[in-house]
């Protein structure tokens, strides 16, 4: 048993070892991966005809060309393309040349974060994925498809002084900076300053534009119809336009106003959070808050149509959804190009109503349950059957009334009955037997002489 047990304990150890060794294996092959990458390029990865310029172009990008790599992580452009050690970028005066957004965007410049230049901020309202920590309510980062957008939320937060946009996992995306000092040079990337920005919002204009959207003016019905497929983006587009409100309205209305402004706000946010909770509101609710809502725009109509417009452009993509197009804003931004849902299918028919029960059938008739009478003679034959007796059973007879009043011996035999005339004293005279068809239960005897 104890030889068994060793035997058992080696068998067991030899895993172990072999784990071990290739993780030190594996832990020497990224060491000398990073190496390789460190220094150049590794020459293995080119065969068959594949050459570095086809894979490892700058004009791919910092990442190459995504058709060269292999997914399963054999051939990666950390490996065969080399890691360049970064080149940082000379200082750079952004406001020495003044110019209009793009021409001030800075080319192939990245600004790394050098662990103190990053902005965590509420982005919520202009990125829904690619965020820090999946929360894009407190992030550095957001995806982002177009510089545009990244440059106005950058104009927008005060915190923000520097912003830069590129591709970080395949995926383009905007980092939002205070600073410039972990600035370097990497193609593909673009930055800028707070300045260079597309132009501003125009506040009343843009609230009141966004109420009267398309998508928004088809929600005024009610929910689950046709025109408002879904009632979460509204409250979203409403949210914006209420934001730009309240831009415009601040220090320029009074305390009732404003105070009416921030209270529908406040109700819209309820509602989302709502809507998105474990407790789902009614459609009575939805229905009040976008009431409200539109009250108090077409109250402020007069007053907002006052405030400068500006040119808006389908093909502006720093533009929000409803301002570039008169589409709802998505679920969490209104930069959400992803299409609504579709309409709920419409609610089935009724059921056909039941048929009418058939009739009550009558209940069935009580089933007479056939007696077994005895058999009985004939009426004529009474009156000889009460002067009969049994010979066989004396005790049977037994007195029974006539049917003309009197008296006389009736004879109840089961099976064989008698007829013989029953004297009445020592001197009865025999009477005369009854007829052959008045017999029963065989053969009644011809008459004795007394």
């Not at 150890?13 to 993780?23: E, H, I, K, T, Y």
């Not at 923000?160 to 996992?169: H, P, V």
């Not at 966004?210 to 088809?218: K, L, M, N, P, T």
Request: net charge positive.
């Amino acid at each position: 048993a104890a030889l068994a047990r060793g035997a058992l304990r080696l068998r067991h150890a030899r895993p172990r070892q072999a784990a071990s060794r290739s993780m030190w294996r594996a832990a020497g092959a990224g060491v000398l991966l990073l190496l390789r990458g460190a220094t150049g390029q590794d020459d293995t990865c080119w065969f068959g005809g594949v050459t570095h310029e086809q894979c490892c172009g700058a004009r791919f990008g910092p990442e190459g060309n995504q058709a060269c790599w292999d997914p399963s992580g054999e051939y990666t452009f950390a490996r065969c393309c080399g890691i360049p050690p970064p080149v940082v970028a000379d200082a750079i005066d952004w406001d020495a040349e003044p110019q209009a957004f793009p021409d001030c965007i800075r080319k192939d410049i990245v600004l790394r974060n050098a662990g103190q230049h990053a902005i965590f901020a509420d982005m919520s309202g202009y990125g829904h994925k690619g965020c820090f920590m999946n929360n894009c309510k407190l992030t550095d980062k957001f995806d982002c498809k177009d510089p545009g957008i990244c440059a106005r939320l950058c104009s927008e937060l005060e915190e923000c002084t520097y912003w830069t946009l590129g591709l970080q996992g395949g995926v383009k995306k905007c980092f939002l900076r205070h600073g410039d000092g972990g600035r370097q040079v990497l193609g593909g990337w673009s930055s800028g300053s707070k300045a260079c920005a597309p132009r501003p919002i125009r506040t009343g204009f843009g609230a009141l534009t966004v109420a009267d959207s398309e998508g928004i003016r088809g929600c005024d019905g009610g929910k689950g119809t046709a025109a408002c497929p879904d009632t979460l983006a509204a409250l979203n587009t409403w949210r914006y336009a209420i934001k730009l409100l309240q831009k415009a309205a601040e220090n320029r209305v009074d305390g009732d106003t404003m105070h009416h402004i921030t209270q529908i706000g406040i109700d819209t946010d309820n509602q989302m959070e709502q809507i998105t909770g474990e407790h789902r509101p009614g459609d009575y609710d939805f229905n009040r808050v976008v009431y409200n809502n539109r009250l108090i725009f077409n109250s402020l109509r007069d007053w907002l149509v006052q405030f400068p417009t500006m040119e808006l452009s389908p093909s502006d993509a720093s533009l929000p959804n409803p301002l570039r197009t008169g589409k709802l804003c998505g679920h969490v931004s209104c930069y959400d190009d992803r299409p609504p849902p579709p309409p709920p299918p419409p609610p089935p028919p009724p059921p056909p109503p039941p048929p009418p029960p058939p009739p009550p059938s009558p209940p069935p008739r009580p089933r007479r349950r056939r007696l077994l009478r005895r058999w009985r003679a004939p009426r004529r034959c009474w009156s000889a059957r009460r002067r009969c007796r049994s010979a066989a059973s004396p005790a049977l007879v037994r007195r029974t009334p006539s049917r003309r009043g009197r008296g006389g011996a009736a004879c109840r035999t089961p099976r064989r009955r008698s007829c013989h005339p029953a004297p009445r004293g020592p001197r009865a005279r025999v009477r005369a037997a009854p007829p052959l068809r008045c017999r029963i239960a065989g053969t009644c005897a011809p008459p004795s002489p007394a």
